[in-house]
C-alpha cells in the first residue's frame, strides 16, 4: 500500500503536468520541467509513470471519472427524463467551465505524436457514453427508437455542448451575445433537436 507521502508525490506530479500541460502544450512539456515544479527527482516520476503519455493519460482518466460521476448521479434522480436531460446539459457546461485544465486536455488536446489513449481506459470512457445514451432513449423514444441511433443523437448534443464550452474557454464569443442567454438557448437548442431526430439514411440503404 502506497504511504501517505507517496500518494502526496503522485497528487503534485499529475497536477503539475496539468498546469504545464495547458500553458506550454505537450512538444514543450517534459519530466525534466515536472520534476523542477515539484521539487522531486525525475527518477521518482518514473516510479509512478513510464513516461509523459502516461501523464496525460492518467490526467484524461481522472477527468472522464469526475464527468461519468455526475453523469451517473444525474441519471439516479428521481425526475423525469427530461429534467435530467436538461439537467445533463447545463453540467456539462459547468463542467467545462469550473475544470477548464481538465477539460482542455480530455476534449481539446490532441498532439499528432502521443501515444494512442489504452483499450482499458477506453472502455471506461465509454460507459458515460451508454449512460448519456440511455437518457436520450428515455427522453424522446418516439424518435430515437434504437440505442446506435442514441448514440449518434447524444453525439450531436455533445458537439454542441462542446462547442458552447469551447467558444467561452477560447474567449471567442462574440460581443453582442449574452453568454448566459446563449448557454441557455443552446441547450434548448438541442434538447428541441432530438425531439425532431431523424435517423440518417446512407447512400444506397433503404429508409427505416
Not at 469526475?66 to 446539459?89: G, K, N, Q, S
Request: charged share 25%; with cysteine.
Amino acid at each position: 500500500m502506497p504511504t501517505r507521502s507517496d500518494t502526496d508525490l503522485r497528487t503534485a506530479v499529475l497536477d503539475a503536468t496539468r498546469q504545464l500541460l495547458v500553458r506550454e502544450g505537450y512538444r514543450d512539456l517534459s519530466m525534466r520541467d515536472v520534476a523542477s515544479v515539484v521539487g522531486c527527482s525525475v527518477s521518482s516520476i518514473y516510479l509512478y509513470f513510464s513516461g509523459k503519455d502516461a501523464l496525460i493519460h492518467t490526467l484524461m482518466a481522472e477527468g472522464f471519472e469526475r464527468w461519468h460521476a455526475m453523469v451517473e448521479e444525474i441519471a439516479a434522480r428521481e425526475a423525469t427524463a427530461a429534467e435530467r436531460l436538461e439537467a445533463l446539459c447545463r453540467a456539462y457546461i459547468a463542467f467545462g467551465l469550473e475544470n477548464a485544465e481538465y477539460y482542455e486536455i480530455m476534449y481539446m488536446f490532441h498532439p499528432d505524436r502521443m501515444a494512442r489513449y489504452p483499450k482499458e481506459l477506453y472502455r471506461r470512457v465509454r460507459r458515460t457514453m451508454d449512460l448519456t445514451a440511455e437518457l436520450v432513449l428515455a427522453y424522446a423514444p418516439e424518435a430515437v427508437q434504437t440505442s446506435a441511433d442514441a448514440r449518434i443523437a447524444w453525439t450531436a448534443l455533445w458537439a454542441t455542448l462542446h462547442g458552447v464550452v469551447s467558444t467561452l474557454l477560447t474567449d471567442r464569443l462574440d460581443h453582442r451575445i449574452d453568454r448566459s442567454r446563449y448557454i441557455e438557448g443552446s441547450i434548448q437548442f438541442t434538447l428541441n433537436g432530438i425531439r425532431a431526430f431523424q435517423p440518417a439514411t446512407l447512400p444506397g440503404e433503404v429508409a427505416r
